[in-house]
Structure formats: structure tokens, C-alpha cells
T-cell receptor, first 119, second 112 residues
Framework: SAVISQKPSRDICQRGTSLTIQCQVD?????MFWYRQQPGQSLTLIAT?????????ESGFVIDKFPISRPNLTFSTLTVSNMSPEDSSIYLC????????????????FGAGSRLTVL | GDSVTQMEGPVTLSEEAFLTINCTYT??????LFWYVQYPGEGLQLLLK?????DKGSNKGFEATYRKETTSFHLEKGSVQVSDSAVYFC???????????FGTGTRLLVSP
């Protein structure tokens, strides 16, 4: 399965600032996913990022708050904008397993996550 | 919408004890079901999966059976080890889609 590197692994941020999280995959993948794991809660999908098109956001998440870039098939970034303490979470990048273009794989590989604390 | 309900933790066991972590789901279609594990300081890893009713997923001594009649996918292991201490997430996905709906996770603590 793919190997995912995320950075930063953790950061402490000030209210009102923005932070960009990077996700690098060691193989080409069609779809990349960004999840959020708030303290003591489950993972929630933020958006799906396809190369060459706008990201698709889930209900409750908007592009102005979480802009995403997907410049190529191995890399994506998620920016958390104008942060507040409520944004303190672990943000995880994930990709589908299997060969690029094969649908229905239904198995995701996750990065180790980026733990953000907003003061 | 689709949802997953897991038993709350932490679950505290002694080494070699039997483990059950309950998971039930609600879905409109026929989802695939998964258990993911998150070891301290690491990312989520797929532990096992089942794609249709009565399928049994198994890995590293863990098992779970897809029970359509009870909409359940309980995780079991006959004899836990200290190294099994982690957070376990039950999840589902509709067929043909790669995005997952997760339960809240159950922390397992195994003591020697």
C-alpha cells in the first residue's frame, strides 16, 4: 500500500492565523481525502481532492475555511484558515489502496496525522 | 445518513483475556465494513474488512463477522497482548465509494 508523509506532525498556532498541512504520497493516486479528528471524537471527512479539479467538500466544510490544493498525483495541501480554538484537531490525509483508476477498492491508507493546537 | 456506533472505552483487559468491541451500523445500501487500528503516535491502519453479509474478516488474531440481520460487525480476539493496546475504529463505506464513515473509536488498554 501507499506510504503517506504528512507535515507538520504537530504545531501550536495562534488564533486568527492560518496553517498549511502537506501530504506527500510515494505513488500516484487518483483521489486523496482529508479527514479531521477532533479531541475525543471520530474522524470526519472534510473533502475529497482530485488532481486537476476543485475539491469536493462535505456538508459543514467550506473552501474559504479549508482551501485544498492538488497540483499533481502525489501531493496535496490542506490549509486551515483564520484558526480558532475549535479548529484544534488532528488532520489526516488518506488515499485509496489499489492501482490508480481502479474503483471500488474501498480501503484507505492514512498518514500519521497533523496535530494542531490553537491557542 | 450512514452511521456507525461503537462501544465507549476505554476497555481495560489483562493480557491473554478475551476481547469484544461492539460495532453496529446504519446504512441505506449494502456497505463494506472495516476495522481500523491506531497505535500510539501512528496513523490509522486497516486491521480487517468484510464486503458482504456473512463474510468474516481476520488479521493478527482479530476477527469480525458481517452480520446483516443485526447490522453488526463486532471485533473479537481470543487472547489479547500488551502490544494490542491502541484505539480501534469501526467504519463503513458504500460500495463503489472510497470515503469512510467512522465510529467514535474504542481505546483498548492491555496490562501485563
Amino acid at each position: 500500500s501507499a506510504v503517506i508523509s504528512q507535515k507538520p506532525s504537530r504545531d501550536i498556532c495562534q488564533r486568527g492565523t492560518s496553517l498549511t498541512i502537506q501530504c506527500q504520497v510515494d505513488s500516484q493516486v487518483t483521489m486523496m481525502f482529508w479527514y479531521r479528528q477532533q479531541p475525543g471524537q471520530s474522524l470526519t471527512l472534510i473533502a475529497t481532492a482530485n488532481q486537476g479539479s476543485e475539491a469536493t467538500y462535505e456538508s459543514g466544510f467550506v473552501i474559504d475555511k479549508f482551501p485544498i490544493s492538488r497540483p499533481n498525483l502525489t501531493f496535496s495541501t490542506l490549509t486551515v484558515s483564520n484558526m480558532s480554538p475549535e479548529d484544534s484537531s488532528i488532520y489526516l490525509c488518506s488515499v485509496g489502496a489499489g492501482e490508480m483508476g481502479v474503483s471500488g477498492a474501498n480501503v484507505l491508507t492514512f498518514g500519521a496525522g497533523s496535530r494542531l493546537t490553537v491557542l | 445518513g450512514d452511521s456507525v456506533t461503537q462501544m465507549e472505552g476505554p476497555v481495560t483487559l489483562s493480557e491473554e483475556a478475551f476481547l469484544t468491541i461492539n460495532c453496529t451500523y446504519t446504512a441505506t445500501g449494502y456497505p463494506s465494513l472495516f476495522w481500523y487500528v491506531q497505535y500510539p503516535g501512528e496513523g490509522l491502519q486497516l486491521l480487517l474488512k468484510a464486503t458482504k453479509a456473512d463474510d468474516k474478516g481476520s488479521n493478527k488474531g482479530f476477527e469480525a463477522t458481517y452480520r446483516k440481520e443485526t447490522t453488526s460487525f463486532h471485533l473479537e480476539k481470543g487472547s489479547v497482548q500488551v502490544s494490542d493496546s491502541a484505539v480501534y475504529f469501526c467504519a463503513l463505506s458504500d460500495r463503489g465509494f472510497q470515503k469512510l464513515v467512522f465510529g467514535t473509536g474504542t481505546r483498548l488498554l492491555v496490562s501485563p
